[in-house]
């Protein structure tokens, strides 16, 4: 059975918690309040720590997600005792914080939180609990696939901060593109031109953010941004006292390949938006050739503040994230059939007597041929506006989502093109673009 240690009053041995409001260190008891650091030297990083709200049961992550009890161990499980009331209790070994189900008392346990893995950086809490709550409220309103009966039973909410790594990735890279402008000839009709680009540029992206715990779901953890990094503050395990802390699972070579995946995919958007911002064009008909490169300048650690929340509807169980800084919350809805059928049993009506009937008043005087016609014409355009309408209401109840680009993480200077070529005149031609870019390649221009 491992050890662990608490933060206690020195006034009344009373647990401590950190408050959001104040940003102290407060005692549940007598209302004492200490500086963040104030106590930390008494109690060492790697074998001390923090400690909480004894009115609240909270679990370690592993048991939060899987609803597991408190009795049942798995096999990455460990043992601690309280050394407030001598009870087991059962944690997660990669949890840096745990809590007794007895006595509420929350612990950094030792031989877990060590000078190897703390990470550099915190982002304290700045959103209640109660704030939280009403976030996600706020969330379930305004739903029109949300069945009017959903009365989600929060049966469980606690404060988390959850590990990320931090990436400094520096890309370089060029593209070759062939895009055409469709210019109006008046009653002659449009007349499509086609032009040859050539861009190449850098970029650093500077702290680009990757969740290093596997048992936290990656679409919850990229939906809650952005968090305020510039805020971060160096980590003291006072700022962790009274919420439940990890620290990395997964390594961040392992984490890796979804940092730099994101970065390129922004790079490459946006060396692809500088052809349409500087050049008269329509459409990007083809990517002739592209090379992306990308390297890791750095890589640093932090703790960021979640609320999760699981609750359960119909039996189905659901998990919400709030971002701890902004309060943003997101999550997967359950999406009522018999509404969504409804819905588009109506849109498709609607849409089809709008269609038909503008189409069919068209028509009038005009062969039975041209009648029927319109028929097909509405029930397309019922097909469309369903669709479009179905998408948008679906998309309302599905908010976790993984991020593809490292848009915010973009330094100061953003993209830098380092070269702008065209072949210099539109032309009517795709292969006449083509050559042309094959000749600038080759040096012949």
């Known amino acids: 059975m491992a050890g662990a240690a608490t933060y206690q009053c020195p006034n009344c041995s009373g647990v401590l918690s950190y408050d959001v409001e104040t940003g102290l260190l407060t005692c549940g008891f007598c209302d004492s309040t200490f500086a963040e650091g104030e106590l930390e030297k008494a109690i060492p990083i790697g074998s001390a720590a923090a400690i909480a709200r004894p009115t609240e049961h909270?679990?370690?992550?592993?048991?939060f997600l899987k609803h597991a009890p408190w009795t049942e161990a798995s096999a990455h499980s460990i043992g601690y005792s309280c050394p407030a009331c001598g009870a087991n209790v059962v944690a997660d070994q990669s949890a840096v914080t745990a809590s007794c189900p007895f006595c509420g008392n929350n612990m950094v346990v030792s031989g877990i939180a060590t000078q190897s893995n703390i990470p550099h950086w915190v982002l304290p809490f700045s959103v209640t609990r109660e704030d939280a709550e009403v976030a996600m409220r706020r969330h379930f309103e305004h739903k029109w696939y949300l069945s009017r009966s959903f009365n989600a039973s929060l049966e469980h909410m606690q404060g988390v901060y959850v590990p990320y790594h931090l990436y400094d990735i520096r890309v370089s890279g060029h593209a070759d593109y062939i895009a055409s402008y469709v210019k109006s000839r008046g009653d002659a009709g449009t007349e499509v031109k086609y032009l040859a680009l050539s861009r190449a540029g850098t970029a650093l992206f500077e702290r680009i953010p990757v969740d290093g715990s596997s048992k936290m779901p990656d679409?919850?953890?990229?939906?809650?941004?952005?968090?305020?990094?510039?805020?971060?503050?160096?980590?003291?395990?006072?700022?962790?006292?009274?919420?439940?802390?990890?620290?990395?699972?997964?390594?961040?070579?392992?984490c890796f390949a979804r940092a730099e995946s994101r970065a390129k995919q922004s790079f490459e958007d946006d060396l692809?938006?500088?052809?349409?911002?500087?050049?008269?064009?329509?459409?990007?008909?083809?990517?002739?050739?592209?090379?992306?490169?990308?390297?890791?300048?750095?890589?640093?650690?932090?703790?960021?503040?979640?609320?999760?929340?699981?609750?359960?509807?119909?039996?189905?169980?659901?998990?919400?994230?709030?971002?701890?800084?902004?309060?943003?919350?997101?999550g997967d809805l359950p999406v009522d059939s018999m509404r969504r059928m409804v819905t588009i049993a109506v849109t498709m009506l609607m849409a089809f007597i709008i269609g038909f009937g503008a189409s069919y008043l068209s028509a009038l005087g005009k062969h039975n041929d041209a009648i029927g016609g319109n028929v097909i014409f509405g029930i397309i355009t019922c097909a469309i506006v369903t669709f479009i309408v179905d998408a948008y209401l679906r998309s309302q109840m599905r908010t976790a989502e993984e991020a593809t680009t490292a848009s915010m993480s973009y330094s100061s200077e953003g993209l830098v093109v380092t070269e702008r070529w065209d072949n210099g005149e539109y032309l009517r031609k795709k292969s006449q673009a083509r050559e042309k870019l094959d000749q600038h390649k080759a040096g012949l221009l």
């Open 219 to 254: 679409a919850h953890m990229d939906a809650i941004a952005p968090f305020s990094l510039h805020e971060m503050r160096d980590f003291s395990t006072s700022y962790i006292a009274g919420y439940l802390t990890e620290v990395p699972d997964e390594s961040a070579e392992a």
């Open 58 to 63: 909270v679990k370690t992550v592993d048991e």
């Open 272 to 330: 692809r938006k500088d052809v349409f911002m500087t050049q008269r064009v329509n459409t990007m008909n083809e990517i002739v050739e592209r090379e992306t490169n990308a390297h890791l300048e750095g890589v640093s650690s932090c703790v960021l503040p979640v609320w999760l929340a699981h609750c359960t509807w119909n039996g189905e169980n659901m998990l919400f994230a709030v971002n701890g800084e902004t309060g943003k919350c997101v």
